[in-house]
C-alpha cells in the first residue's frame, strides 16, 4: 500500500492544535504515512541571534511532534511517522515565492505532494502575507488544503491596551522632539513639552506601536543616534566629490545602472539601507527586489563606495549589533553586477515594457 504523506507548516495560531488533530486523524484512516511537520525560519544561520531564532523554532516543532505522537497513539496509528524540519536557514526569505520554494524543494525530496495548512497560520508572523503565500503555493503543483477547523470567534481590535513601556515611549520620543524644536535652556519649554508629550502619549499610545518596545527596541535607536552623524558626513563628502566633478568637465561621469545583493534582512534593514543610498549624492536606489538593490550611480568613486559596502555594514550595526558589522563587503562576496556601460558584468534584465525585473 502507498504511503500517504502530508506537510503542515507550524506556527502559533489558536487554530494550529485543533489543525494537528485534522491531519493525525487523516493519516491514521489511511496508515502507513508520513507527517511532516516543517518551520519556515525568517532568519539566517549566520545572523546574530540565529541561535535563540532556531531555539524558539525547535521548541515549536518538539511541540507540535508530541501533539502528533499523542494523537496518532490514541488512534493506534502506529505506522504513521511523524518528521520534524527547519527550513530557509541558509538565505533570506523575502517574499511569498522563496517561502514556497522552500517547501516544494522539501516535498520533493520527500516525495510528498500534499500541504494541508492551518487556516490562521501566518508566514513569518505576518497575517498580510498569508493571501500571496497560499496564492503562489497553488501554483507550485503541490496539493494545497486548508485544515476545515472551526476558528474561535473574536473580535477586531482597532487600537491596542495602552502599556506602561508603550505609553513612556511614546512619551519619550515626543518630549525629546519638542525639546529638539525649542530652548533645553528655558523653564518654560520644559513645561510646555512635558504637557505636549502627555497629550501625544494620551492620544496615540493605543495606535502608534503593535507591541511592548524592549531592549533590543532600545538599542536599535541608540545604534541609530550613532549612525546619524555617520550618515551626515557621507552625504557631506559625496556632496563634495560630486560638485567638484559637476564643476570641471575634464573630470569622469559615468551614469551607470549597478545590482548588489545585500545581506541586511527585509522590512526595515533593506528599507534604511536603500534609503541610505539614495540621500548620499551620487547614488540613488532605483528599485529593492528580495535582496537586490539596483542603484544608479552617476560617478566610478560613488559606485566604488557603494561597493565597499560601508552603509550595508552601518545598517548591521544598527539591527544586529557590532559582530554583525563585521561581514566581508558586497565586492569581496562577489554580490555585485555592472549592468550598463563598457565595463558591465552582465545586461540589464528588463522585460517587454522596458522595466526592470529579476535577474
Known amino acids: 500500500m502507498a504511503e500517504s504523506r502530508r506537510i503542515v507548516p507550524v506556527g502559533e495560531s489558536s487554530t494550529f492544535r485543533s489543525t494537528i488533530s485534522h491531519v493525525t486523524n487523516e493519516l491514521a484512516d489511511e496508515a502507513p504515512g508520513e507527517l511532516h511537520l516543517v518551520y519556515l525560519a525568517a532568519w539566517r544561520d549566520d545572523d546574530p541571534h540565529a541561535d535563540r531564532h532556531r531555539a524558539a523554532a525547535l521548541n515549536d516543532l518538539e511541540q507540535a511532534s508530541v501533539w502528533a505522537e499523542a494523537d496518532l497513539e490514541e488512534a493506534g496509528a502506529t505506522d504513521v511517522a511523524v518528521e520534524t524540519a527547519v527550513l530557509g536557514t541558509e538565505s533570506y526569505l523575502f517574499g511569498p515565492s522563496d517561502y514556497v520554494d522552500q517547501l516544494t524543494r522539501y516535498a520533493a525530496e520527500h516525495d510528498v505532494d500534499t500541504v494541508v495548512l492551518d487556516p490562521e497560520y501566518a508566514p513569518v508572523g505576518n497575517?498580510?502575507?498569508?493571501?500571496?503565500?497560499?496564492?503562489?503555493?497553488?501554483?507550485?503543483?503541490?496539493?494545497?488544503?486548508?485544515?476545515?477547523?472551526?476558528?474561535?470567534?473574536?473580535?477586531?481590535?482597532?487600537?491596542?491596551?495602552?502599556?506602561?513601556?508603550?505609553?513612556?515611549?511614546?512619551?519619550?520620543?515626543?518630549?525629546?522632539?519638542?525639546?529638539?524644536?525649542?530652548?533645553?535652556?528655558?523653564?518654560?519649554?520644559?513645561?510646555?513639552?512635558?504637557?505636549?508629550?502627555?497629550?501625544?502619549?494620551?492620544?496615540?499610545?493605543?495606535?502608534?506601536?503593535?507591541?511592548d518596545?524592549?531592549?533590543?527596541?532600545?538599542?536599535?535607536?541608540?545604534?541609530?543616534?550613532?549612525?546619524?552623524?555617520?550618515?551626515?558626513?557621507?552625504?557631506?563628502?559625496?556632496?563634495?566629490?560630486?560638485?567638484?566633478?559637476?564643476?570641471?568637465?575634464?573630470?569622469?561621469?559615468?551614469?551607470?545602472?549597478t545590482r548588489m545583493h545585500v545581506?541586511?534582512?527585509?522590512?526595515?534593514?533593506?528599507?534604511?539601507?536603500?534609503?541610505?543610498?539614495?540621500?548620499?549624492?551620487?547614488?540613488?536606489?532605483?528599485?529593492?527586489?528580495?535582496?537586490?538593490?539596483?542603484?544608479?550611480?552617476?560617478?566610478?568613486?560613488?559606485?566604488?563606495g557603494l561597493f565597499e559596502g560601508s552603509l550595508e555594514r552601518w545598517t548591521r550595526f544598527i539591527f544586529y549589533g557590532r559582530s554583525a558589522a563585521r561581514t566581508a563587503s558586497p565586492e569581496e562576496r562577489d554580490d555585485t553586477a555592472i549592468l550598463q556601460g563598457e565595463d558591465a558584468d552582465e545586461p540589464m534584465p528588463v522585460d517587454g515594457d522596458g522595466e526592470v525585473v529579476e535577474s
Open 263 to 304: 545581506l541586511v534582512g527585509s522590512g526595515l534593514p533593506i528599507t534604511t539601507l536603500a534609503n541610505s543610498i539614495t540621500l548620499t549624492p551620487g547614488t540613488l536606489t532605483v528599485r529593492a527586489r528580495n535582496a537586490n538593490l539596483y542603484v544608479h550611480t552617476l560617478i566610478p568613486w560613488a559606485r566604488e
Open 213 to 257: 518596545p524592549t531592549a533590543t527596541s532600545l538599542r536599535r535607536i541608540l545604534r541609530g543616534v550613532i549612525y546619524v552623524p555617520v550618515l551626515f558626513w557621507e552625504i557631506l563628502a559625496s556632496n563634495v566629490v560630486v560638485a567638484r566633478v559637476i564643476l570641471s568637465p575634464s573630470l569622469p561621469i559615468e551614469p551607470t545602472m
Open 127 to 211: 497575517t498580510a502575507f498569508l493571501q500571496p503565500f497560499e496564492f503562489e503555493l497553488a501554483e507550485s503543483g503541490l496539493t494545497v488544503r486548508e485544515a476545515p477547523v472551526e476558528r474561535p470567534s473574536r473580535r477586531v481590535r482597532v487600537v491596542n491596551e495602552i502599556t506602561g513601556k508603550r505609553f513612556a515611549a511614546v512619551f519619550g520620543v515626543a518630549f525629546a522632539f519638542y525639546m529638539v524644536l525649542g530652548d533645553p535652556t528655558y523653564w518654560f519649554d520644559w513645561v510646555t513639552g512635558v504637557a505636549s508629550g502627555l497629550i501625544v502619549a494620551i492620544t496615540l499610545s493605543q495606535v502608534s506601536l503593535d507591541r
